[in-house]
């Protein structure tokens, strides 16, 4: 079963797709060519009266004392969370498991939830908060991606370009 980021990549070898906008994978394609547009971090994302909420930070051991609904296995932002509790001797409890971001935001609204996802996805999103993952590593970043030395339609250039317009525009808003 592939994870959604390895269909992408998938889609790119076949020539399915031009460009596939996802974070960096942990595994590097030497065909694939990776540009970035914006860094960002790991966060619990919580509804506005969560007692999280008013925080900055947030340390795993404290997030381990809340009840999680985490975007399913293979969703990137899941991925990340793995990996930075990989190792650690951390108990979270889990209690849902969602592959659909709107639904996952609309749970964490109406309920004591936190979730982990990447702090750029509450840019836009009322009655939620994003508390930065106080964590070595905690970075993800989002790229680009197209196949290496692939030819690129002028309207994929400019598609490009606008990416990276807004996304000037995001490094403002975090």
Do not use: W
């Not at 609904?69 to 889990?94: M, T």
């Not at 598609?159 to 995001?170: C, E, K």
């Amino acid at each position: 079963d592939l994870t959604h980021m390895s269909r992408l990549i998938d889609e790119l070898l076949k020539h399915n797709l031009d460009i596939a906008l996802a974070f960096r994978p942990s595994d590097t394609n030497p065909n694939i060519d990776s540009q970035v547009l914006f860094n960002s971090h790991l966060a619990a994302i919580v509804n506005e009266y969560h007692p999280l909420a008013d925080k900055k930070s947030v340390t795993l051991s404290e997030l381990s004392r809340y009840n999680l609904a985490l975007p399913s296995r293979g969703l990137q932002a899941r991925n990340a969370f793995e990996d930075i509790v990989e190792g650690k001797d951390y108990s979270f409890h889990i209690k849902v498991e969602i592959n659909n971001i709107h639904m996952l935001f609309r749970l964490i609204r109406n309920t004591q939830f936190a979730t982990v996802l990447s702090e750029s996805t509450v840019i836009n999103e009322q009655g939620v908060k994003a508390v930065k993952i106080d964590e070595p590593g905690n970075v993800m970043v989002g790229c680009i991606h197209t196949l290496k030395d692939a030819y690129l339609k002028d309207s994929a250039k400019e598609f490009i370009r606008m990416l990276r317009h807004s996304t000037a525009l995001l490094h403002n808003a975090v």
